[in-house]
């Protein structure tokens, strides 16, 4: 059996209010995360303090957007068990996400790994949290350095845009899966 790929945004936007630019990031990677299968985690957004549980999150959003079916991917992942929200990580992130992959064009040095392996990763078993730097500064170096493994998506350096790299990792990691399982 195949381990979950989770794809976690990391709020590099405001961490005090809760913007638009976060809520479209939400509303656009709930249905990508969807449609391959896949759990969506959100780090250090901005919501009031009521709060308190995904589904509670979820209902909330669905009443503020229209984009990806008025929201209402998150609150089915959300009902599925499949998404959760966590505040900023201290020191790591949670290690029942799996082992933590960074997305970014700009690989350390010895931490580089292919889209190929991380699906060979699935492919063993276990599971992976794909993180996502949110705005255009992308993952402090602080988070950068909680990841033990680095993906550059395209292994070529090419910068892309958020949406376009949520949307594209998980297809091509997700395609390389089936194609490990012969599927």
Known sequence: MAGRLTL???????PVKFAEAHRRDLARAA???????????????????????????ADWLVTTTSI??????IVKLAQGGRFN???YPKGG???QLGEVVIATRKPFDGRVI????????????RSV?????????????????????????TERGIS???????????????TLLRSLQGQ
């Open 93 to 95: 992130f949670p290690p």
């Open 8 to 14: 976690g945004l990391y709020n590099s936007l405001d």
């Open 85 to 87: 929200h966590f505040p």
């Open 68 to 73: 990806g079916q008025g929201g209402d991917w």
């Open 31 to 57: 249905p990508v995360a969807a449609a391959f299968d896949c759990n969506l985690v959100i780090f250090g957004f901005p919501f009031d303090k009521e709060l308190r549980t995904p589904q509670e999150v």
């Open 160 to 174: 892309l845009e958020t949406c376009t790299a949520l949307g594209a990792a998980p297809a091509v990691v997700m």
């Open 114 to 125: 292919s889209p190929l392996r991380v699906a060979e990763t699935l492919s063993s078993g």
């Open 129 to 153: 949290l794909l993180v996502f730097g949110l705005g255009p500064r992308g993952l402090p170096q602080e988070v950068m350095g909680m990841g033990k493994l680095h993906m550059d998506l």
